[in-house]
């Protein structure tokens, strides 16, 4: 059979980091040693970790690697101890001693080597079961003798000399003997009593190569209509695109910008949504034309952030920390700030606010046909302003806003520029997501996705709905993401694949309590005081090699192949059009794609009873 190997072969050349080339020799030599039945994980997500390599026989056992290009000859190396006696690894360099202990590579391999045994691997026998690990260091370009004395101490600290063939420490003379018996010691085992394919399970959904940084490697594909949008403009310069859940909106206005970047335009992107920008910005990337310059090149700012910059900068910073003393919050953020913008681009008092060749603002339902009027006056003349919005995601009740007056004086004229056909979602959710919006949304903002007529391939697409009570919502949810990550007859989906969402910060931290107490990392947006949720928000994005756990406002506009969404026990109109977004997040996947939706909500339940799986949990 064929080895497994993740990412796939004709992927590594195209990492977002790249292997080096003490990396790429140590593949090889995997590659060509190892019975076909060992799996090579490079580089694997593993819970916030990133080992080098991670090798998975399902008959005997694990390995994880950590490699190093280092050149011992570079500086002067030694090790010392610190205070606390653990071992502390020293360089000299230019005559100045330093500790590099952070770096010291003993230490990682110990740490993977422990959660692999107490985490990720949770049915190996105690005790025993650590003898299934492998945990190595490889260092191909350094004398095997002088790495043996180098790290001796780090070894004996960890009692790992007690076990050598279990923690191979190996130089450029291992690998160039191709001595498998001294870079891997187990690798020639043909089976472990200790070992199993349930085992091998348990590990695979850690390693496997998550769906975002497959999509990462990927150019956008567009449509022919989408692609007009891409790489023409309108003769005024302004265009406004409507669209469906999934049907591209942002991919277009993230591969539009970067296109604008490859013309030598300055772009300036907007959003309400502060974790957006990070989908956006990793979009943009994907376009030829940007020449991978769209994180530095173009300007990325919510609404609120550009606001606040530009009355910094034109001198207007004390009657901006003014305005909270004298509006509501509502007011502040609607009216007040955004007033105080506009005159700052208007009337600097300090320097001329920068101007843009191009404004592109993404779910402009968002906004307000006031903050658009601010924006407008930092286009260049003869620039271009985009605008892309869906109505049905209408979760702030700012659509109504956008009158057919309003949008004159905004600067469009003739008729929305429209998407009808959804990409992103499985067909499965896209008849639930519209039965929804017909049953439970106003009619007057519906703008439903429709498929790809010429679409026939086949989806494996699991939506399940479980309602249960408020409180024992935490503890349901937190079984629904255990029950994801390991679906019966489903191809092995990554951990950090999956997405908690839900529109209570209370119910996500005790969700977020119950990962965390089972030793699985979560990166999340729940923190309760605003400024710290703020900081979180920032640091949110989806190559995070964690679990994602965020509320349904901040992941509007992302997508996922794995998604479990909690709603609350009250819900209003609102919140209707909050459930709407946070259904229409899943992303259609080759490998499959799940949504489980775990309602409180009584007037839901005979909504949830029409999808494919129903339960009603009482604890």
Known sequence: MARIVSPERDQLDKLRQPMTQGEKRVFEFFDTHLDEAWEIYIQPHLNGLRPDFVLLNPNVGIAVYEVKDWDLNAMSYSMGTDQN??????????????????????????????????????????????????????????????????????????????????????????????????????????????????????????????????????????????????????????????????????????????????????????????????????????????????????????????????????GYDEEYRDLSKQYSLPDLLNIAIPSLAEKATISPKRVEIEKYDAVLVDEGQDFLPQWWGAL???????????????????????????????????????????????????????????????????QETMNLPKGNQLSLELENCNLRWVHTEEASASEVCFEEILKMSIAEGAEPSAFTDITFLCDSKNIGSLVVKLLNDKKINVINTYHPDDQECRRQKVGFYMGDARIKATTLHSFKGWESKALVLYVGRSVNQKSMALLYTGLTRLKRSVEGSSLTVVSSANELIDYGRSWPSFQQITL
């Open 85 to 314: 006696g653990h071992p502390n690894l020293m360089a000299i360099k230019d005559g100045k001693e330093f500790s590099i202990q952070y770096e010291n590579p003993i230490d990682k391999i110990n740490l993977y080597k422990q959660e692999l045994f107490n985490i990720y691997c949770p049915r190996l026998q105690q005790g025993a079961g650590f003898a299934v690990i492998t945990s190595g260091v490889i260092f191909p370009f350094a004398d095997d003798d002088q790495l043996r004395c180098l790290f001796g101490d780090s070894y004996k600290f960890y009692r790992m000399d007690q076990y050598p063939q279990y923690s191979p420490l190996v130089g450029t003379h291992a690998l160039e003997s191709n001595n498998l018996n001294e870079v891997f010691p187990e690798g020639a085992r043909g089976s472990s009593r200790l070992m199993s394919e349930d085992l091998a399970k348990d590990l695979r959904n850690w390693l496997v190569e998550p769906e975002f940084s497959k999509t990462q490697r990927q150019p956008i594909e567009l449509d022919i209509n989408q692609r007009s949008f891409v790489t023409t403009r309108t003769s005024s310069g302004y265009r406004r695109i409507r669209g469906a859940a999934g049907s591209g909106k942002s991919l277009i206005l993230a591969a539009r910008a970067a296109e604008l970047l490859g013309q030598g335009k300055k772009v300036l992107v907007v959003t309400f949504n502060i974790t957006l920008l990070h989908y956006l910005m990793d979009v943009a990337v994907r376009w030829p034309q940007s020449n991978g310059k769209t994180r530095s090149g173009i300007t990325w700012l919510n609404f609120h952030s550009w606001c606040k910059r530009v009355c910094f900068e034109a």
């Open 376 to 442: 407008r006056k930092i286009c260049k003349p003869g620039g271009e302003m985009v605008l892309v919005a869906d109505a049905t995601q209408d979760i702030y009740e700012t659509a109504k806003s956008w009158t057919d007056e309003a949008m004159t004086g905004a600067g469009f004229s003739g008729s929305w520029a429209e998407l009808e056909v959804s990409y992103r979602l499985p067909r499965a959710l896209m008849e639930k997501a519209s039965d929804f919006a017909i049953q439970f949304l106003p």
